[in-house]
Every structure is written in structure tokens, then in C-alpha cells.
């Protein structure tokens, strides 16, 4: 599914601004008929949870109508004419005046719908999009909504952040000829000195025979390095420079479609010429060692949510190159598009997760809710989760497979991996990403309780990673115990399989400005040595190949008794100031990046 983007033979308009809103309860049966009467006014992108000083808003379940009219630009009688919605959380529906286009359910991946035949060039339309944020067994990621005695509606979830809703990214209005690419994938490989680039065009429109394709690769500097006149092609560049993790090095390559001598069409893709594989306990990537450093994070900050940034955005990525971070986890959902494209052209690593969050009943405690009971049962995540699951596998790789930032595809976080039911549920969805994308490598980010001699699906996939809690949830203050026990533990994953382990959570809540010349849970020390006695750890054991903290930045999360107006794992503050620990990070990680040292 390609971005849109404007060029020569297409054009874009973003309706990002204030939209009229309304929660359902306030609106009419059939919002989109008329001028929603409402004096709200609501940003898009940003999440509406936080936005106003309002209760029934914050809290509210069920569908809220966003609602705005656009003049369709003149120019754009003739083309064709699409409207993209970047995430509705998490399930939308968009109507153009009285029409329905279009409804999708998964709440951070686009969709979109050709309204051609339901707009006139120069003409004004009204656009309205009701977002549902309801969450059910069957929805990725998965809830329950329940009603109170009060006859409230309150959804219940089991992922660790703040169930946000609304339009959190972008909402797009674009056109493409009629004739024009509809997608275009691109795998990337390295032979050698070699950079091979295979191009597989989607052209729509038009009858093939009158379709004549040209795909050019650009380097940097814009120079041609390769060419082809097919759909399908295998580019090769000699002496190529590639994409390397801190060099986030970029060919362009066009596609252009031909009708005689007019380009009827035409999309630049950017490409980064890298390989990656998995050999033995070595994640390599063009055919070297990488040593993973950084952060799972989330899209979270105040008042907007989940709203996509560019400011916020391009500080976090500030801050991680401050620290020496080469990566990061989109935990636990993929992230706008926009982070992706930045991390492409900085060199940034990101290992891309789908939404599949909280499949895990037997996990106890206030955070996850449940305890004990199982998880993959046709009364619980049954078949229609997985369907929902597949679809967000889909989307997810149709989305980001041409990300050359993007090495490995996570398809599930701390699902119940000790069950039964478990291997079942994995294996097609395991068969689906392979299937779509045999170029990455898959993982799962598994929890404590399914360790290596009893988690049933980790041999499905290609790196082990592991979030771990000792010294926190369980041995709470006691990091010798934590480290011994980590250490056991990574000695037997390393000694079971031959696959790299991977460190994808580790972290301690940290209430910045708390110090204590005690081991003291929750104060910055205990955060600094918390992390200290974990890399000593993975220091010692050779089949680690990379460590990211839980979390870059402390996050909000449903209210509850463990936390105190959010999760405060992070290295960082919400507001993105420094704990004691980012310091200590930064020497180690920076020291690591100058001796260019990616193996442990
Ligand atoms: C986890 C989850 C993450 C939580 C974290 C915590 O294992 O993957 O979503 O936020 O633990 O802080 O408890």
C-alpha cells in the first residue's frame, strides 16, 4: 500500500486542522446527513481523550463523529480521487455527504476509498468519520466492555497504555491518474559488492499491453545506477552504497507508467539497499553483527495521545541519538507512517509490531488483569481473533514492507506462550507473515512465564526476545537475586536453541526526582543499577544480541492501583526529561557506538 505522496501526476491535501466532533450520545442517529450540531472542536491528528477538560469525553465508550467539508480542488476534474484515513481507533467509518465509502476495523493502519464518483472538481463536500474505540475477545488488541450498575459503559483491557481513541494521524485527500501504480514492492539483498534491488510493480488502469513500465534507480547524488522496462525486475548496482544502521543511505527509485511517450504516471519510492539474516545466534545485518541498543516506546505524550507529532517526533529521535540508541520496538501497535520514513533516513533500526497485544489471560496481577485462566479457548481468543489478527499481519506488512529501517516483524507481545492453545494460534499466523514477506526475519516478545522449557511456539520463530522483570515484579529490590536469576535463565535460552536473544523489555517504574542512598525501588538510583547489573549480564552471554529498555518515556495507562497517573518506566520523563539512568545509558551505549563494538 504506497504513501501517498505529491508529484508530477498526482496531487495531496492534508485535513489535518479542527473537525467538528461529537460523542455519539450528543449527535444525531445519522450524523453524517447534515452539519453535526455541535460547537466542539477537535484537532486531528491527536487523540480526543485528553484534549478537552471533560470527563464523558475522556472516558467515553463507543463511536464519536468527527465531521468537516473540503473544496475539492479545480484541478482535479479527470483524476482520480481518494481519501485516506492514516488510523481511526480502532474501527472507522468514513462518509462523503450521505454516502457510506468506506469501514475498517484495527485502529493503527490506514485505509482508504475512492470517492471519484462522489465528488465534483471544485465543489465542496462534507466529510464525516465515526470512530469506534470498542474493543471486544475478537478486536487486536483485544478488551471487554462492560456496564456498571450506573448503566456507564467502561471497556476493560489488558495492554499496559491508555486505551486513546480518535483520528491520531493524518486524514488525506490525494489523486492518482486513472491509469496509475497501485502498489509497488521492493525487496532489497546484497551480494558482495552487489546491491540487488527486486522491483515488483502493480500497475492499474489500464489494459497491460498499453502500459509500459520504467523503473529507475537514482542514487543520492541523483545519478542512474540501474534500469528496467518490466513490471517485475531484478535492479543490480555495482560497488552499491548501502543502508546501514547510522547511515541511513537512500536510492530513489521511480516508476514511471508510459502511454507512447507520455508518462501517464509516476512515484518515487525511496530504497535503502540492505540485507538481513538471521545466522545461528547472529542477527546480521549486511552480513555483520548487529547489536541492538534502545528502547521499546510508545506514541504517548500529553494531551494529544497517541496524535502524531513531527515536533515530538523528531526530538525523540533526537534524544535517542544523544544516548547512542541505534533502535527501537514500536511497542506495542505500528506506529504513523512518518516515524518509519524518518527512521529510514537516519539509519535507525525498528523492529515493527503488529497490534496483537494482551492475548494472555494466565498473566495475574493488576496490570494485565485475569490470572490463571486460559487464553486461546473458543469462548476467549478464538478463531475470529486470529482472522482479526491475520488481517492486521495484512495491512501491517502491506504498509511497511518497503521500509528499509524496518528488519524484523513482531507479531505478538507476551501472549500466554505456555498454553496448549497457543501453537495453533501462532502457526498460521506465523505461515501468513512468511508467506508475505520471506525477506524478514518474524519474532514474538515473549514474558516470564514461558520460559525455555516450556514455551510452545518460540522455535516458530526466528529471534528470541524476552521481557524480563526480575529485580522489579518479582525479586522487587534484590538485584543480586535478579541477576542470578537472569543470568540462569539466558544461559538456558542460549544452551536450548540456536537463536539470537534479543532483550526487548527490561525496566523499572522511576519516579523522577526520588533519590535514595538505599536500594530503594522506584528511585532514580535503583533505575541506573537495575540497568547496570542487566548489562553485566548480557555482557557475559554471547547469544544476546541487543538490549531496549521498557520504556524510552514514561506513558499513560488505564488508572490503577501499580500506577500513579501512568507508567513510569521510562528512561525519560513524559515531558522528555532526563532520569539519572539516561546518562548512564549514554556513556555505555555511546561508548559502544565509538568502538563501533555492535557485538556484546
Ligand atoms: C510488559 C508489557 C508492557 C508493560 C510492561 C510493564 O511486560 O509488555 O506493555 O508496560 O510490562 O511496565 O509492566
Redesign the pocket.
Known sequence: MLKPRAGTTRDLIDLDGLWAFALSDDAPAEPWMSSLPTSVEMPVPASYNDVLADQRVHDHVGWVWYQRTVFVPRGWDGARIVLRVEAATHEGVVYVDDTEVVRHVGGYLPFEADITDRVTAGEEVRITIGVNNELTNETIPPGAVTTGPDGVRRQMYR???YNYAGLARSVRLYTTPTVFVRDITVVTDVDALTGIVDVVVDAQGGEPADIVPRLTLTDAAGDVVATADETAARLEVANARLWQPGDGYLHTLRVELFDGDTVVDRYDLPVGIRSVRVEGQRFLINGEPFYFRGFGKHEDSAVRGKGHDDALMVHDFALMKWMGANSFRT??YPYDEAVLDYADRHGIVVIDETPA?GLNLGLGGG?HGGGGQLSFTPEMFNDRTRDAHAQSIRELIARDKNHPSVVMWCLL??PDATEDGSRPYFQPLVDLARELDPSRPLTY?N?FRASFDNDRVVDLFDVICL?R?YGW?QNTGDLVTAAARLEEELRGWARTYDKPILMT?Y?T?TVAGLHSVLVQPWSEEYQRDFLDAYHAVFDKIDAVVGEQI??FADFQTSAGIIRVDG?K?GVFTRDRRPKASAHALRARWTAAEATGSETS
Open positions: 495492554h499496559d497504555f511497542a506495542h497485544v496490570v507481545n507476551e516478545a514474558e521481557n522483570y515484579y523489555e525496566g517504574d521498557w520504556n507508567n518506566k
